[in-house]
């Protein structure tokens, strides 16, 4: 049985109150602002690092054999976009390309690891 007060949308409402309580006008002006700026930001990737997702591509879909789809690939370059970006980059470049294969790792290993919520009766 699920306890009411650990349910997610109980957590989920706490943890929206608790960030509406830091909100003020001036950050949410500043938030917008540095959104509009990602949003906006130019970006590509070098052909250096086009080969290197290539690659990594190959080798990921090779060793997870109808796991890994070309709907992984673009969730990759998606995520990497939104790293580099908003580290006010203007490219990819290896490390930021790194870190996002250990966050889609880390994502795929707990959508696997979670225990599946039993339904309401």
Known sequence: MVKTEDSPSNMLET??????????????????????QC??????????????????????????Q?????????AHL????????????SSLDEGDWNHVKQLERTRRSQRTAAPRAEPRA
């Open 78 to 89: 998606v995520l990497a976009r939104l790293v580099a970006v908003s580290k006010g980059k």
């Open 15 to 36: 943890c929206f109150r608790n960030i509406s309580s830091l909100l003020n006008q001036d950050l949410l002006n500043r938030l917008r602002l540095y959104l509009t």
């Open 66 to 74: 109808g796991q890994v789809t070309v709907d992984d690939l673009h």
């Open 39 to 64: 949003r906006e930001q130019e970006y590509s990737l070098t052909e250096e690092l086009q080969k290197e997702v290539q690659d990594d591509f190959v080798r990921m879909r090779q060793e997870n």
